[in-house]
């Protein structure tokens, strides 16, 4: 009997899946694919319009204008391109102004680095005027050829001196003398060391410069020489030497 419930239960299920009683079935018409695509394109255009609207309505009623706000920004470029072109011209004529302060200051110190030359020149030449003329009042010019007022002196760059002389020739001066100078320095670069010659300029540049010394009552020579970093500067030899055989006419020494 219970085989039978059972057999009965299970024909009843199939039954019900296979027949009338089967599962209901909705059937719905097929729409093509452009008109659904152009139905949300619609929709969504009118959304997008609906709110357009909603944002220009905001505005007026916040009292916000578009048209005021483009001409403020217009106003507010201009007036930025405008402050830009005055900076620029500014700057540009601050560049020019430091450009000629900075040629300005380079000629005053070469104006006031010349005077001070001029200076030192112009004393110099009033020192040897004076010792000229007492020299002549005197009436005790030596015959020959003499170096007079002989001085060497620290420069202004390290390790850079300057010498000055005065050059006379007495007696009887037939003719003007011709020769060259020659300055042969003596230095000490450690306590230690030997003292070192050094000439300027050298035998072999003596021998192979063109100029010359020619004068006839007096000459007036100065010249700088430079000493090794560190060196002392013992003594100044001076040598006057007559052309063309470059004899040593006359000579005369500073110790340091």
């Known amino acids: 009997m219970l085989s039978q419930f059972k057999v009965r239960g299970l024909w009843r299920k199939i039954r019900s899946k296979i027949g009338i009683r089967s599962q209901r079935v909705a059937i719905r018409t097929h729409s093509p694919w452009y ?73 005053q110190a070469e104006l ?13 030449l009033k020192e040897d005027i004076g010792f000229l003329r007492n020299l002549m009042s005197s009436g005790s010019v030596p015959d020959g050829l003499a170096i007079q007022n002989f001085k060497v002196e620290p420069d202004a760059l390290p390790n850079e001196f300057r010498y ?19 300055v042969v320095v003596r230095v000490q670069e450690t306590e230690q060391a030997a003292l070192t010659a050094l000439s300027f300029p050298t035998d ?13 009552f007096y000459q007036k020579l100065d010249g700088r020489f430079s000493i090794p970093q560190g060196a ?25």
């Open 35 to 107: 008109f659904k695509f152009g139905g949300y394109g619609l929709a969504m255009g009118v959304a997008a319009a609906i709110a357009w609207v909603l944002v220009d309505n905001s505005y007026r009623i916040t009292g916000f204008s578009r048209a005021e706000a483009k001409e403020q920004i217009d106003l507010l470029a201009a007036e930025n391109a405008k402050l830009k072109q005055n900076y620029d011209a500014a700057k540009s004529q601050l560049n020019e102004k430091e450009g000629k302060l900075k040629v300005e200051v380079a000629s």
């Open 164 to 182: 000055r002389l005065l050059l006379t020739q007495g007696g009887q001066r037939k003719q003007d003398f011709k020769g060259k100078m020659q």
């Open 232 to 256: 002392v500067l013992k003594s100044v030899q001076v040598r006057v030497l007559g052309s063309p055989g470059l004899d040593v006419r006359a000579q005369r020494s500073i110790s340091m």
């Open 204 to 216: 072999a540049q003596l021998r192979e410069s063109a100029g010359t010394i020619e004068f006839r």
């Open 112 to 124: 006031t680095k010349n005077l001070s030359q001029l200076q030192d020149e112009n004393a110099s």
